[in-house]
């Protein structure tokens, strides 16, 4: 482990290039990789979420990967517990600690905190998910903005996951979300913890990545991301406003398996929502000055990450 750096957080946009900068870095400085991905947390779901091999995951440790069902729940409040112990683990054998991911709001979480915001209630999100599918999104954010305009504001009609969990917090709490996460971020620090290394990559060619996720998502296809879902709505318990069926790519897909669209809408469809992910990624990459950024596209990235770890 570098003697200065405990803890390296490693983010930026979707194919951008994190996973493999990570496992190099892992072993290059007797590292674990700690996941801060939303959907990669989701046995079952494989293809779609570019989760690490088994082959590579043989060689070196990651955590928080393939801990829940796609059926279950699992909030940013939960992540920071459950990254906090794996560092904890990590740091006592002596080893790096490297997260990675492009689960902004889980970095968040972690660095931040939302100790104002309460842990998901089973109880209350079933209920919300099923009037979601009795009433559909657009019902479910009208109710919203009666109760919370602002989150009803920025938060998209279709956006199921982001509606739900909203309005959970404020049945659960009988407090609008929106002032909940005001209070938190004005009591919150951009700093990094000591013996923190916060990176990001953020390309400055735009074209460049939007042609990576174009190659991505074609190949997600190619290696049977259809096939994948197909067999994920064989659980009678998964819907499609459950959050692992939110994420980008298999939203898409469980949409054409319903006959919404051909195969290559699906592809199109796939790669212009993967493109907008990574515009909200960007987003909130420019809103942290605690950030040491990087071009992911250069060609000597790793040997400048590799630098400021020693």
């Known amino acids: 482990m570098p003697v200065n750096i405990r803890e390296v957080h490693l983010c930026g946009p979707t194919a951008s290039g994190k996973s493999g900068l990570a496992e190099r870095l892992a072993l290059a400085f007797n590292g674990e990789i700690i996941s801060v991905d939303s959907a990669q947390i989701y046995r079952g779901m494989d ?39 794996a560092i904890l683990d990590i740091q006592a054998r002596g080893k790096l600690p490297i997260l990675v991911g492009g689960t902004m709001l889980y ?14 209630d089973p109880a209350i999100r079933a209920a919300l998910q ?28 279709n956006d199921t996951q982001r509606i739900v969990r909203a309005l959970e917090v404020f049945h659960a709490t009988g407090t609008p979300i929106s002032a909940l996460q005001t209070k938190a971020s004005s009591n919150a620090s951009d700093a990094p913890a000591p013996g923190q290394l916060r990176i990001a990559l953020f390309p400055t060619d735009r074209a460049a990545l939007h042609s990576k996720i174009a190659e991505r998502f074609s190949a997600m296809l190619d290696d049977g991301l259809v096939a994948e879902v197909a067999k994920l709505r064989q659980r009678t318990e998964l819907t ?41 990624q960007m987003t909130w990459l420019r809103s942290d000055p605690g950030l040491l950024c990087f071009d992911g596209n250069a060609v000597d990235v790793y040997s400048a990450i590799a630098r400021a770890l020693v």
């Open 240 to 280: 499609a406003v459950h959050p692992s069926m939110r994420s980008v790519g298999y939203r898409q897909t469980w949409a054409h398996l319903d006959g919404e669209y051909a195969l290559a809408e699906l592809s199109e469809k796939g790669i212009a929502a993967t493109r907008q992910l990574a515009k909200r």
């Open 107 to 120: 970095f968040r979480a972690l660095g931040r905190g939302l100790s104002e915001l309460p842990v998901s």
């Open 130 to 157: 099923a009037d979601m599918v009795a009433r559909g999104s657009a019902a479910l954010h009208a109710d919203l903005a009666r109760v919370d305009p602002k989150a009803a504001a920025r938060i998209h009609a």
């Open 47 to 85: 293809i779609g979420t570019a989760k690490p091999s088994s082959d590579v995951r043989a060689h070196i440790a990651h955590h928080l990967v393939d801990i829940l069902e796609p059926e279950q729940s699992y909030s940013a409040a939960q992540f920071a517990a459950d990254a906090n112990a």
